[in-house]
């Protein structure tokens, strides 16, 4: 139990266009979902906290309109990076809390890369 | 200002030996500390989890201890597997945040 799914897990695009990521609770219902970001090397870093039928919590930093986040069901939360630039390629996860509210179980992740 | 450190970057173990990861944390608030286990270009996998009001949390090769007043946890696994080589986050919960604090990672290396 407790799968967690992204699509896509890998997507090139060009610099100036958007890119959605979809992230899918497949066998729980998520109130809450987060986004992280991954530099290579380094820690998880929190982008935002989504709320289901509420705004996302953004990271301080974390620039709001450029990566919009929509949490719409229970078992679907998107983030689209807007305008991408080279610098956003990165490794984006997104991660949902089960029965177990401390707990989370992540995606696999998705590799973008901006041209 | 980290609240959650992982201080050793890498640690290499031979099979069947004990593997220990260590973590400290600041944050005396702190209600559920965790451990997550990530292959490269994959999500982080739950590993474990303690309260903080336990010391110690088994789960087969893998066991969590806790010592709160040193603000310090370590995850054993033994006998550690070629397979568990992988990148180790610890993790905290509680306070006034409502989401995970993770540390930067320790990379395990089983040698066979």
């Known amino acids: 139990g407790a799968v967690v799914s992204q699509h896509p897990s890998w997507v090139i695009c060009k610099s100036g266009t958007s890119v959605k990521i979809e992230c899918r609770s497949l066998?729980?219902?998520?109130?809450?979902m987060f986004w992280y970001r991954q530099f290579p090397k380094q820690s998880l870093m929190l982008m935002a906290t989504s709320n289901e039928g509420s705004k996302a919590t953004y990271e301080q930093g974390v620039e709001k309109d450029k990566f919009l986040i929509n949490h719409a069901s229970l078992t679907l939360s998107t983030l689209t990076v807007t305008s991408a630039h080279p610098e956003d390629s990165s490794f984006y996860i997104c991660?949902?809390?089960?029965?177990?509210?401390?707990?989370?179980?992540f995606g696999p992740g998705t590799r973008l890369t901006v041209t | 200002d980290q609240q959650v450190k992982q201080n050793s970057p890498s640690l290499s173990v031979q099979e069947g030996r004990i593997s220990i990861l260590n973590c400290d944390y600041t944050n005396s608030m702190f209600d559920y500390f965790l451990w997550y286990k990530k292959y490269p270009a994959e999500g982080p996998t739950f590993l474990i989890s303690?309260?903080?009001?336990?010391d110690k949390n088994e789960d087969g090769r893998f066991t969590v201890f806790l010592n709160k007043s040193a603000k310090h946890l370590s995850l054993h696994i033994v006998p550690s597997q070629p397979g568990d080589s992988a990148v180790y986050f610890c993790?905290?919960?509680?306070?006034?945040?409502?989401?995970?604090?993770f540390g930067k990672g320790t990379k395990l290396s089983v040698k066979p």
């Open positions: 066998d729980f219902q998520a109130t809450t």
């Open positions: 303690i309260s903080s009001i336990k």
């Open positions: 993790a905290a919960y509680g306070g006034s945040q409502g989401n995970l604090i």
């Open positions: 991660s949902a809390t089960g029965t177990a509210f401390y707990e989370q179980y």
